[in-house]
């Protein structure tokens, strides 16, 4: 799928992986409108081509005006789609202050799964409604998972819970959109050197580093936003999960 006089939605994208895409986007051509929380867009950096909407992921009426937005210019037609919004707190199941909260695990369902689906079927709609290219596309979805989702560790029973759902989502999302010219694609990513873990050690981080198999590093927001590129420009990649984590199988802790 082509990139230029299109439109791109990233959510998440003032920071992180986010915003590693926008811009990646924004230099291939699209223009990119990054929708984030109002505090994140308005620290967010200053990229040619990317403007910022303060948008919760959680308010339909919100994802609505974004989405509306972005498809306000028929000369560029919203084709691109990238959820990147997320949040990872960690609670054990049973820890030492008792039952895991009930409320912190509906946030994060509500932010990392039900946020990514109402990007994706807000936007679907609208992207349905919008001209073919000779090959029959309209558009391309990307989600973002995590290897949680099939290696979670203690603590992450939320977010691995959250994560999983998003896999589950790929393929009879790709499925049911397939009528409409609409590839939808997920990227579960390792270890990334995110803001996430800016507040980490560098004896942390190297330990982190460490128990990748291959490259023995922490991945890059700029590899992740490579490879959504690459899933754009292969027509053929639909309803699958890729892994992006150096051979990273995680540990139980």
Same mark, same amino acid.
């Given at each position: 799928?082509?990139?230029?006089?299109?439109?791109?939605?990233?959510?998440?994208?003032?920071?992180?992986?986010?915003?590693?895409?926008?811009?990646?986007?924004?230099?291939?051509? $699209? *223009? /990119? &409108?990054?929708?984030?929380?109002?505090?994140?867009? !308005?620290?967010?950096? +200053?990229?040619?081509? #990317?403007?910022? %909407?303060?948008?919760?992921?959680?308010?339909?009426?919100?994802?609505?005006?974004?989405?509306?937005?972005?498809?306000?210019?028929?000369?560029?037609?919203?084709?691109?789609?990238?959820?990147?919004?997320?949040?990872?707190?960690? $609670? *054990? /199941? &049973?820890?030492?202050?008792?039952?895991?909260?009930? !409320?912190?695990?509906? +946030?994060?369902?509500? #932010?990392?799964? %039900?946020?990514?689906?109402?990007?994706?079927?807000?936007?679907?709609?609208?992207?349905a409604a919008t001209e073919p290219d000779p090959q029959g596309q309209r558009g391309v979805v990307v989600n973002t998972a995590s290897i949680a989702a099939f290696d979670g560790q203690v603590g992450q029973a939320a977010y691995s819970a959250s994560k999983g759902g998003i896999v589950g989502l790929t393929l009879p999302a790709a499925r049911d959109l397939a009528q409409h010219g609409i590839r939808v694609m997920t990227i579960a990513p390792g270890i990334v050197e995110t803001p996430m873990l800016a507040t980490v050690s560098e004896e942390v981080r190297a330990g982190l580093a460490a128990g990748v198999p291959f490259p023995r590093r922490l991945a890059r927001p700029e590899e992740y936003a490579q490879l959504v590129l690459a899933v754009l420009d292969h027509d053929y990649l639909n309803g699958e999960t890729i892994r992006m984590d150096g051979a990273l199988r995680m540990a139980p802790r």
């Open positions: 799928m082509q990139l230029p006089n299109t439109t791109a939605v990233v959510t998440g994208g003032a920071s992180g992986l986010g915003a590693a895409t926008a811009a990646a986007l924004a230099s291939a051509g $699209a *223009r /990119v &409108l990054a929708l984030d929380l109002p505090e994140a867009c !308005a620290g967010g950096p +200053t990229i040619d081509g #990317v403007s910022y %909407v303060p948008t919760d992921v959680t308010s339909e009426d919100q994802v609505r005006a974004a989405v509306g937005q972005a498809s306000d210019d028929p000369r560029r037609p919203l084709r691109t789609v990238v959820n990147c919004a997320g949040i990872g707190p960690s $609670a *054990r /199941v &049973l820890g030492r202050k008792g039952v895991h909260d009930l !409320a912190l695990f509906r +946030t994060v369902v509500e #932010v990392n799964l %039900v946020g990514s689906f109402t990007v994706l079927a807000i936007a679907a709609e609208v992207i």
